[in-house]
């Protein structure tokens, strides 16, 4: 029999595009084929990068543009497998006792649906009104090992047990998109599962188009210079390099000073929209900040 065509949320890598253009996303060729190709095959995608370069977002994106309902599981260091998945409503289960003791009925079933609170792995599993959710695994990188066997089960049949209800299978699996700051890298297997993109800071062009999408109010001069500067700023030697964030943040509190250039004062006075590290801000006072922006003057002018 000849292999059913897969049906895809969206028909084409110009429709990824052009849709999540929609929503004020900005991706790239790259990033598109591989959410095309994650759609239309049912593969999780793996998103490793730097920070703030809009690995969050292009899920959020995905979810909105496809009416689909987003589901996040934000990951940290401890998170174990069954506060992932669901938790019994320990107060609930007590007062149902109480009130069973005070009017001498029979006591519940303590154990069904009932007193069950899903957490995000077992929402995603249940079939959702508009179709299957959006479920993104948020920094992935900061759980450890044992989480990651755990979903990579989870990630091959799409189902999750409980010892005391039984197991419940999504009946279309959801689409996974999960993500990475790679402060550690997470093991192969899990990848193996997974397409996988790496997300970098966006070129001096693609930069623009993101601060156009979601800073309309800058001028494109002011956002010229600010894009220079950061994209510049990028190949210093820093402890912590701004992302993609940074620069909207960035421009948004210049507009909000009324600034319509840069120089080195204002530089100076709102570095905290930019640098997070007290040793990087203090690199940047001074002459340094004036030097870049000379260098970013040289090349726009
Ligand atoms: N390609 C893009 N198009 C539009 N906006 C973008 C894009 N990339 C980043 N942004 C903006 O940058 C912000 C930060 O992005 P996001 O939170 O997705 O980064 P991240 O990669 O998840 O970072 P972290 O690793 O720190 O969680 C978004 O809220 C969005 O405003
Ligand atoms: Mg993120």
Redo the contacts with the bound molecule.
Sequence with gaps: MPHARMKSPMTSIDDVQLR?AGQ?????RA?ATVIYLALTLNRPLF?E?????????????IAATLGRRLIRLQCYEGLDASSAVYEWNFAAQMVAIRRAEATGEPPPDLFSDDFLIARPLLEAMKPQPGGPPVLLI??VDRTDAPFEAFLLEALSDFQVTIPETGTVRAPEPPIVIL?S?RTREVHDALKRRCLYHW?DY?THD?EM??LA??APEASAALSREVVAFVQKLRTEDLFKKP???E??DWAKCLLALDMINLSPEVIADTLGALLKYQDDIQKLHGSEARRILDEVRAEVG
């Design positions: 999540l004020d996303y900005v991706c790239g990033l998103l990068g730097e920070a703030g370069t809009g690995k969050t977002e292009v899920a959020k994106a948020d920094e993500t700051n997300v966006p693609r188009e993101i999408a979601r992302g993609v964030a620069t909207i």
